[in-house]
């Protein structure tokens, strides 16, 4: 075996050996530039270490403040803690669940750096909105395109619209690599790069390093396994939709589709759906679970979602602020994953599960 390790190109790759990363780390980076159609793709460790080093390219720092939405994983606001800066948080739309353009502008002060918008469950913000108020107020755009990898704005593909975006790697999202983890930083901007670059790894750039930097690098064998799951990108996202089409369309009464608006072509990473008011989700998701739903099928089947605001997380209770949409929506997701390891097959049984017990628990 461990002759069969030396001569393996990956494992000999010299990656130490170069600050940008070995063969396997350039090509996949050079094959996510091309995809999105920018000139620089920078991979990391994982998502949270791509935002982190994202916002810090940016020179987002102490005593700035970030704009972003309540509803999202923890790493969205955290990423911004870990620069020193403050989260300010945006309410959302009922009907997306996306941040709310129209909610944006009233919270800039002269402490606003950046606005941190999150491509939610797969379904796209309404970015042109979005992108005139950065511009208006110099500020820069960080796209949090961890769970829409492969969706569109208006033909565009989210993470090409503002100055910097992230992709996730993680295990359930779109492709992963092979130690289930990793991230990239996307963008068009030079300077934007080389920060990124730099940042990832100790700064080795230079003969010293000129800042603090990090050990966010993507190993060679990662990138390898990333760069072949990378060419089933699109492969993959058709059976996401297929399945949430499934889904969707035979949701029984009760429980509310999500909404996909015009501009958006979504990956429908997770369904996100609402219970209608006076509905037992807690039962309903009990129930299911009961009957294997959550136990039979590939992945966590259903869910409760995000139960709580980021601001209701401990370490982000000192920056709340009033966003009553987003503390409505947490009080009625039911959410829905439609991975692709689900057959057509499966995702019919599972619908039919759905109306089974919904209609047992009502009756």
């Known amino acids: 075996m461990l002759e069969v390790l030396r001569r393996d190109p990956v494992c000999l790759s010299g ?20 995809y999105f159609g920018v000139k620089h793709a920078v991979c990391t460790s994982n998502g949270t270490a791509s935002l982190h080093i994202a916002l810090l390219a940016c020179g987002v720092g ?7 939405t309540p509803l999202s994983f923890s790493a969205t606001a955290t990423s911004i803690l870990m620069t020193e800066a403050t989260p300010v948080f945006a309410d959302v739309d009922p009907k ?13 002060t002269d402490k606003t750096v950046a606005v941190l918008p999150v491509h939610l469950l797969g379904t796209s913000c309404d970015m042109d909105p979005l992108m005139e108020i950065a511009t208006k107020h110099d500020l820069w755009v960080v796209e949090d395109n961890a769970q829409c990898f492969g969706g569109r704005y208006k033909g565009r593909k989210t993470g090409t619209i503002g100055d910097i975006s992230i992709v996730s790697l993680q295990e359930t999202k779109s492709i992963t690599t092979v130690v289930g983890e ?5 963008t068009d901007d ?4 080389e920060q990124c670059g730099w940042l990832r790894n100790h700064g080795q750039q230079y003969g010293s390093v000129p800042y603090l930097c990090y050990n966010f690098r993507m190993g060679e064998a990662a990138a390898a396994f990333g760069l072949v799951q990378f060419k089933k990108l699109d492969d993959f996202n058709q059976v996401q939709r297929r399945n949430a089409r499934i889904l969707i369309d035979n949701l029984p009464e009760g429980i509310c589709p999500p909404h996909i608006p015009e ?33 039979n099928f590939p992945g966590a089947t259903i869910g409760l979602g995000y139960t709580k605001t980021l601001m209701n997380l401990p370490l982000l209770k000192p920056y709340r602020r009033p966003c009553p949409v987003a503390e409505e929506l947490v009080k009625h997701f039911l959410w829905f994953d439609c991975h692709r390891w689900k057959s057509e097959e499966e995702m019919e ?3 039919d599960v759905i109306s089974q017990t919904l209609e047992e628990i009502l009756r």
């Open 15 to 34: 990656y130490y050996k170069n600050p940008r990363g070995g063969p396997s780390v350039q090509q996949f980076e050079e094959a996510l530039a091309r």
């Open 62 to 68: 102490p005593g700035d403040e970030v704009i972003t």
């Open 96 to 108: 997306t669940y996306d941040i709310d353009p129209d909610k944006i502008e009233a919270l800039i």
């Open 182 to 186: 990793g991230g990239v930083c996307i």
């Open 190 to 193: 030079d300077k934007l790069a």
């Open 263 to 295: 501009y958006a072509n979504p990956t429908l990473y997770i369904v996100g759906c609402l219970a209608n008011g006076g509905f037992p989700r807690e039962e309903f998701v009990e129930e299911m679970t009961r009957r294997g739903v959550n136990r």
């Open 349 to 351: 049984e599972i619908v």
